[in-house]
């Protein structure tokens, strides 16, 4: 087997989680990744060591501290760039201006490169200069608006949902513009993509709906607009079960196995659209069905009839769990300060080229001397002059 990647070299001048997730993911899949961090503090995600979110998302990346504040720092990067085949930053576009980044300061250094550029709002529009963290990106694109319960706030998702689709996203174009470099033009390009647009994205019909037809996707709770049934229910023993029988076959099922299958029949919930209308008749029984079952027996009950449902899982329920370990779906990476470290594994699967993981995210500037001496071909004196001033 071979590393999907392997040849590609890729410099992660990012943080704050989108963009260095996006080289990770690239280095998963065999991507040679070198990553840019402040020579004081780190990568955020340091949190001031190597924090568990550090050890996952530093991964496979080679840390070289260097100081972008400085005009020094600044030349350091812009003759690291052409060794380079992808560049990855997420700075606001003044701060790019600043440590001079923008596509005209690197585009010229590397005409085959490819420049991703993933921003809170991208480079391009009224709002280009403002930052966002995944918070402000869902809060922007929508998402935060439809999550939560009918009549209370909005709420965020309990993980960085955003940041982690636009750094899949991300990955892809950066797959795309290689691609399209090595088989068609020659020629490198500049990817601009905001943060929020990923959310976007994933937004279902709702751009569509409102274009068409003034519908505003409202807060809903557990519950689909479209699909019924489809929620998450209370069991007997205070956990709680989701399931999706919102097909008209699935609902048949769903009646036989409640043992209620004169519910098919019904002519309010025979049908999909009916069910919709209805739901408001149908969930309570549903729930009080569920109420009176423990979680792992409708679970089963439901599995067995080839009804999607699963408890709703904590992460330490997950890593329990035997079909995620069964999957591989969790590693364990061992490390010579921390012992064995668990992490999700590199992802998707893939039967010729899977990913791996070599090492977990090391010290700051681990990789200082070894890549400033390879790369740029700088002698130790001059590395040491360099620490001296601040600059790496």
């Known amino acids: 087997m071979s590393d999907a990647l392997a040849g590609v070299k890729v410099l992660d001048a990012a943080t704050v989680l989108a963009g260095p997730v996006s080289a990770t993911i690239l280095g998963d899949f065999g991507a040679e990744v070198v990553k840019i961090e402040d020579p004081k503090t780190g990568d955020f995600t340091r949190a001031g060591g190597r924090s568990p979110s550090w050890l996952q998302e530093g991964r496979n990346k080679k840390s070289v501290s260097l100081d972008l504040r400085t005009p020094a720092g600044q030349a350091l990067l812009h003759r690291l760039v052409p060794r380079f085949d992808v560049v990855v930053t997420n700075f606001r576009p003044p701060t790019l ?5 923008l596509p005209a300061h690197l585009r010229p250094l590397n005409p085959r490169g490819i420049f991703l ?16 963290f995944d918070r402000i990106a869902s809060a922007y694109s929508g998402l935060t ?16 949902v955003v940041d982690y689709m636009g750094a899949y996203l991300a990955a892809f174009s950066v797959v795309t513009a290689l691609y399209h ?11 601009d993509l905001a943060l929020y647009e990923a959310a976007l994205r994933s937004s279902e019909d709702s751009v569509t709906a409102f274009g068409l037809q003034r519908q505003v996707r409202e807060r809903l709770g557990n519950k689909n607009p479209s699909i019924v049934p489809a929620s998450d229910f209370e069991t007997a023993d205070g956990q709680r079960v989701s399931l999706h029988a919102g097909t008209d076959p699935l609902f048949r099922r769903l009646a036989t196995v409640m043992n209620q ?10 049908e999909r659209a009916a069910r919709v209308e209805h739901q408001d008749e149908l969930y309570p029984l549903i729930g009080a069905w569920v109420s009176r079952l423990r979680a792992d027996e409708v679970v089963k009950m439901l599995s067995d009839a080839d009804i999607p449902a699963s408890p709703i899982m904590s992460v330490a329920d997950l890593m329990n769990d035997p079909h995620c370990r069964a999957r591989g779906s969790v590693v364990t990476v061992p490390d010579p300060e921390l012992g064995d470290i668990p992490m999700v594994a590199p992802l998707p699967r893939m039967s010729a080229t899977p990913g791996a993981v070599r090492w977990a995210g090391t010290a700051l500037g681990a990789h200082t001397d070894e890549v400033l001496g390879e790369l740029l071909g700088l002698t130790v004196p001059e590395i040491d002059t360099l620490r001296e001033n601040g600059v790496v």
Do not use: C, H, K
């Open 97 to 101: 201006e600043r440590y001079r980044m």
């Open 117 to 132: 550029y993933l921003t809170g709002f991208g480079l391009e529009g009224p709002y280009r200069d403002r930052g966002a």
């Open 145 to 160: 608006y439809v999550t939560g319960e009918p009549g209370n706030p909005p709420v965020r998702s309990g993980y960085s």
């Open 181 to 191: 470099r090595d088989r068609v033009s020659g020629a490198g390009q500049v990817i």
């Open 261 to 270: 299958p004169e519910l098919a029949a019904d002519a309010r919930f025979a």
